[in-house]
């Protein structure tokens, strides 16, 4: 979490057999961690999705992710596990929310996959 109250967290699918666990992004002790999310596999197995970024400064790049819709039904599950912190369901709710409403403004091709 950042000054600003910014989390990320860094999801990887189950561990499997001699998976590491946790796993570390770097030595930092004050690094990121990667923790394991159920289902994230699906994520993994989604189609991916490539789309051309603009930064506010102009700057252009090359996006490459998964699938939108992958993203909005994974959150939208997450945000109803009975046993997930009540912050982490509603953020989950809000970002698949806002993501699917992104697609249906801006990119409705994607929306229904």
């Known amino acids: ?26 030595d930092d002790e004050e690094d990121f961690w990667v923790a394991q999310a159920p289902r994230a596999q699906e ?11 603009v930064a506010t400064n102009g700057d252009m790049a090359r996006m490459n992710t998964l ?3 992958a993203f909005v039904r994974f959150k939208q599950w997450m945000s109803t596990l009975a046993d997930r912190d009540p912050l982490k ?17 801006y990119l409705p091709q994607w929306a229904k996959t």
């Open 67 to 69: 699938e939108p819709m």
């Open 43 to 53: 994520l993994l197995d989604s189609p991916q999705f490539s789309a051309v970024i």
């Open 89 to 105: 369901r509603r953020r989950d709710a809000l970002q698949a929310k806002a993501v699917e409403e992104v697609l249906q403004e």
């Open 1 to 26: 979490m950042n000054k600003d109250g910014f989390e990320v967290d860094i999801i990887r699918r189950e561990q499997i057999a001699d998976d590491p666990h946790p796993v570390r992004l770097s």
